[in-house]
């Protein structure tokens, strides 16, 4: 079946260093993934999509790259601060959008 | 204001009851979604619509119903079937074309049982 997988359940980091998040996709090749934020009892936020034939995207202090050979996208916050702790979340569309378990990430001061 | 509302956002159910939770957008969407979140879980789709008076079952499906008869509403029934139904619900909602559009969501349902 086809998967998509967020490899950490939570990640913790120090204020300011870069936080990097896994989202894998098995049995499949999606031609978009995207990414969203969620903070405890709302809704998720969109933050970036990327297509299968872009190799990375910028938005701010936010990258993700797609490796379709690795079969992987990795999201990125640089210069991280408190106010990014959140749950982020991968998703794949195939008209049916289908979200990874998401990585809890907590920044400390 | 454009987006998407969702009520009631607490609602209690008792055993062997039916509730029905409403999803309701004006950004003139033509896809819509619903999602079951359990605590420090991710999303798992129950249903969704491309179109009026069509719907999808999603991997969840069992328990729930929908209806889509008005583009604007998708309304969502916990049905007695649903033997577990203490959850977070979420609708959605996007462009037709979804596969690379985005979504937009509600701000969520939390159905407990009594």
């Known amino acids: 079946s086809q998967k998509i997988e967020q490899n950490s359940e939570a990640l913790n980091i120090q204020e300011g260093k870069t936080a990097t998040l896994t989202c894998n996709y098995t049995?499949?090749?999606?031609?978009?993934l995207q990414w969203y934020r969620q903070d405890p009892g709302r809704g998720p936020v969109f933050l970036l999509l990327?297509?299968?034939?872009?190799k990375e995207k910028r938005k701010e202090r936010l990258k993700v790259t797609f490796d379709t050979t690795l079969k992987q996208s990795l999201f990125h916050i640089t210069a991280s601060q408190p106010a990014d702790s959140a749950t982020y979340l991968c998703a794949r569309n195939n008209n049916d959008m289908r979200f990874g378990a998401g990585t809890r990430l907590t920044v400390k001061p | 204001d454009g987006g998407i509302t969702q009520s009631p956002k607490y609602l209690f159910r008792k055993e062997g009851q039916n509730v029905t939770l409403s999803c309701e957008q004006n950004?003139?969407?033509?896809?819509m979604y619903w999602y079951r979140q359990d605590p420090g879980q991710g999303l798992r789709l129950i249903y969704y619509s491309q179109i009026v008076n069509d719907f999808q079952k999603g991997d969840i499906a069992e328990g729930y119903s929908v209806s889509r008869e008005k583009k604007e509403s998708f309304p969502l029934t916990v049905t007695s079937a649903q033997k577990n139904p203490t959850a977070f619900y979420l609708c959605?909602?996007?462009?037709?074309?979804?596969?690379?559009?985005?979504?937009?969501f509600g701000s969520g349902t939390q159905l407990s049982v009594l």
């Open positions: 049995n499949y090749s999606p031609a978009y």
């Open positions: 950004l003139n969407h033509d896809a």
């Open positions: 990327i297509r299968e034939n872009e």
């Open positions: 959605a909602s996007s462009g037709r074309r979804a596969i690379n559009e985005k979504l937009f």
